[in-house]
């Protein structure tokens, strides 16, 4: 198994805002920024085999301000991009609540975040399959570990929920808050294949607290 160290980005206007930012590429704000800043320096002197990061670019500078304490070259990766929320995408949830009420689509998103989708986006399962596997691939690069992963509220969440074995109906319970570390032990799985379990049915409300 190999040590990740899952850490969110800093802080964007758009989580001020409660907007969903999905893939849509919102950079840091000063308070994000001071964020990074600090928690790079208590990161200052650990040794750590590799940092990841995703290319969106709160992730990317968040990264970078690590990079420059721990003395590691950031290295991007796709998979590790927050959760594609389609048309949801730069709108609140109550917008969202207003100008999908009458799609059965969009209810079934709200009701079950795992299993479905935004108009246009992706689902938390799909969002779970990708990261797994860019953590299968980080972790065979750094056998013996520690390595760095920043990324995003709810594609770390389903990151976490895989490597606890918490169900992924219960994502939205594990959104970190900005530039928060978590820490799990990654083994891989070589995914597709064991191990991969749908979630059963879930009858959560949508989260206030907002991924991205």
């Not at 969009?106 to 108009?119: C, Y």
């Not at 970190?176 to 879930?202: D, L, Y």
Request: with cysteine; hydrophobic share 40%; aromatic share 6%.
């Amino acid at each position: 198994m190999t040590e990740l160290w899952l850490i969110r980005h800093g802080q964007t206007d758009w989580n001020l805002e409660g907007r969903y930012q999905g893939q849509s590429d919102v950079p840091l704000n000063a308070t994000g920024l001071a964020q990074a800043e600090t928690l790079a320096a208590t990161l200052d002197g650990q040794s750590f085999a590799a940092l990841y990061s995703s290319d969106l670019q709160r992730a990317y500078q968040t990264a970078q301000i690590i990079a420059a304490r721990v003395g590691l070259a950031v290295q991007t990766d796709v998979r590790l991009r927050e959760i594609n929320q389609g048309e949801w995408q730069g709108r609140t949830l109550d917008e969202i609540r207003t100008a999908y009420q009458e799609s059965a689509q969009a209810k079934r998103t709200l009701i079950d975040p795992a299993e479905a989708r935004a108009p246009g986006g992706e689902s938390v399962l799909e969002v779970g399959l990708r990261m797994a596997q860019a953590a299968d691939d980080i972790a065979g690069a750094c056998p013996a570990g520690p390595a760095l992963v920043v990324s995003h509220g709810l594609a770390l969440a389903a990151l976490y929920c895989q490597a606890k074995e918490i169900p992924l109906r219960e994502v939205y319970a594990y959104i970190a808050e900005n530039t928060q570390a978590m820490v799990i032990e990654w083994r891989c799985r070589h995914w597709p294949g064991a191990g991969w379990q749908v979630p059963g049915p879930g009858t959560e409300k949508p989260s206030q607290r907002q991924a991205g």
